[in-house]
Nanobody, 120 residues
């Protein structure tokens, strides 16, 4: 049993900032990587950013220089600092974790999603 709990979404004007947080809990043996995905209205879900337990990061081109992903391994928590937000960033943001459970099974788990709305 694994749960991912997200927070930090909301409504912000263009140029503003938000910080998303996602904490993983439950029968977790280890976490290989965590990341953020998003799905805007009428669009496909896309990867936004990922980070491994060792600190290696990846960003989609559209957010490079504006978003920063980080993690606290001791708390099984990942963050997404979003600066210089644009209306096209409006989407439901989903947290993802690739992890190993105490049963030694590797799986991907998803958060419930949090709405980010950027007004012009």
């Amino acid at each position: 049993q694994v749960q991912l709990v997200e927070s930090g979404g909301g409504l912000v004007q263009a140029g503003g900032s938000l910080r998303l947080s996602c904490a993983a809990s439950g029968s977790i043996f280890s976490i290989n990587s965590m990341g953020w995905y998003r799905q805007g209205p009428g669009k496909q879900r896309e990867l936004v950013a990922t980070i491994t337990s060792g600190g290696t990061t990846h960003y989609v081109d559209s957010v490079k220089g504006r978003f920063t992903i980080s993690r606290d391994n001791a708390k099984n928590t990942v963050y997404l600092q979003m600066n210089s937000l644009k209306p096209e960033d409006t989407a439901v943001y989903y947290c993802n974790a690739d992890l190993v459970t105490w049963a030694r099974r590797t799986n991907n788990y998803w958060g419930q999603g949090t709405q980010v709305t950027v007004s012009s």
